[in-house]
């Protein structure tokens, strides 16, 4: 694309904060620590997680910078970031999540392919820009349209990005015409981050932003817009995150015949201990994140000290001074919920916290039960973001 490049190589990174802890350097993938996590409801850009399949697209020439949006359209455009800008604005409160955050526990059980994360593949901002409902209005899609005059039932968003698994080709993902045209499920072509332009490492000039939804559909360094049909063909839909049976025969695997991961499940990590920690008895403060996709709120976080045999509901907050409500207006329904509980830890503990959100689905109790359900060469859905609780023993 005319003025944004992916170079060839790593010489010219961004920098970064020197305590974000690195899984890869090239590509640059790297999560804060997890006590990080819970110092703010609104994560700084520096601790963000960073999630690269290769080097960092350059802008070279903001001016000629342009978005095509095509393919089963009346009326294909291409849009400036000055047209892109003349939309209204808006502001979301979302958490992203690498659809591989925890893979590193996941793989004490059954090794899986990928970036080794710890639990802080996410962050939650606020994200500037243009809903991409009144961008496809441009074409002539109506909002709430499920499916165009020409057929069209996806919309596919291609990055300048190019990745090995795409065998040297662009990062591309879909999401449903429905859920594009949805005004309400906040579909942004997002050009700011915490109020700041987009950083490189962010996707800038331009990104795409599905809350509630794994990270790996919010396509960075946004090239290209395209109405399908079908949903996207490319590695990271048809071949990646899809959930099947444990009686499936990976050696003549179908993956068509599974659809892929979109929202997240409902999971809650703590991160004011780390997994080797050993704690004194006496009052200890127990805090972290919970959160589930779909839009779909935290009702409880629980937390036990005597291995679940019982529970106390911890206290869960988003802004200060705001009550959580799971469903409630005032709450931000695409954002995580940080929750806090200060208990007295007696002898021979095992602390183990999970959560329950607004659609009632209960966070599962370890990665082992879900074991006979994994992949053993891709995460699955019931693998994302592992949906163990947490454990310590004293």
């Known amino acids: 694309m005319p003025g944004l490049t992916a170079p060839s190589d790593y010489a010219e990174e961004p920098p970064r904060h020197p305590a974000l802890k690195i899984n890869s350097k090239e590509p640059f993938n790297a999560e804060p620590h997890r006590s990080a996590l819970v110092t703010s409801y609104i994560t700084p850009v520096d601790f963000f997680y960073k999630r690269n399949h290769g080097p960092i697209p350059k802008v070279e020439d903001l001016s000629r910078y342009s978005v095509c949006i095509s393919g089963l ?169 899809k959930m099947f049976p444990p009686t499936v025969d990976w050696d003549n695997i179908n993956w068509s015949t599974r659809r892929p991961q979109m929202d997240f499940p409902v999971q809650s990590a703590i991160c004011t201990l780390e997994d080797v920690d050993v704690i004194k008895e006496g009052k200890a403060r127990i805090a972290g994140y919970a959160l589930s996709g779909g839009g779909r709120g935290i009702e409880r976080v629980d937390i036990s000290v005597d291995g679940g045999k019982t529970w106390v509901e911890a206290h869960r907050y988003q802004k200060d001074g705001v009550p959580y409500v799971s469903d409630g207006p005032q709450s931000d ?25 607004a659609a009632a689905n209960v966070q599962p109790e370890n990665v082992e039960d879900m074991e006979p359900e994994r992949n053993p060469q891709h995460i699955l859905a019931s693998d994302q973001d592992t949906e163990f609780v947490m454990r310590w023993k004293i």
């Open 73 to 241: 359209v009346n009326k294909p455009i291409q849009l400036s970031m000055a047209d892109i800008w003349a939309l209204p604005k808006y502001n979301v409160t979302a958490t992203l999540q690498c659809a591989g955050n925890r893979r590193t526990a996941m793989s004490k059980v059954r090794k899986v392919r990928g970036v080794g994360w710890d639990i802080s593949a996410l962050g939650n901002a606020t994200w500037g820009g243009a809903k991409l409902s009144d961008v496809l209005e441009l074409v002539g899609i109506p909002k709430l349209s499920s499916v165009t005059s020409l057929g069209g039932k996806h919309v596919e968003f291609v990055s300048v990005d190019k990745c090995k698994e795409e065998k040297g080709g662009p990062y591309t993902a879909s999401i449903p015409l429905k859920q594009a045209t949805d005004p309400d499920a906040d579909v942004l072509l997002a050009y700011e981050m915490n109020g700041e332009v987009l950083n490189r490492d962010h996707g800038y000039p331009l990104r795409v932003v599905v809350p509630g939804v794994i990270g790996a559909r919010s396509v960075k360094w946004l090239d290209s817009i395209k109405i399908t049909e079908e949903e996207c063909q490319g590695f990271f839909t048809q071949k990646d995150y």
């Open 333 to 357: 329904k695409w954002a995580w919920v940080l929750f806090e509980a200060t208990l007295d830890i007696p002898a021979n503990a095992e602390i183990v916290a999970k959560a329950v959100d």
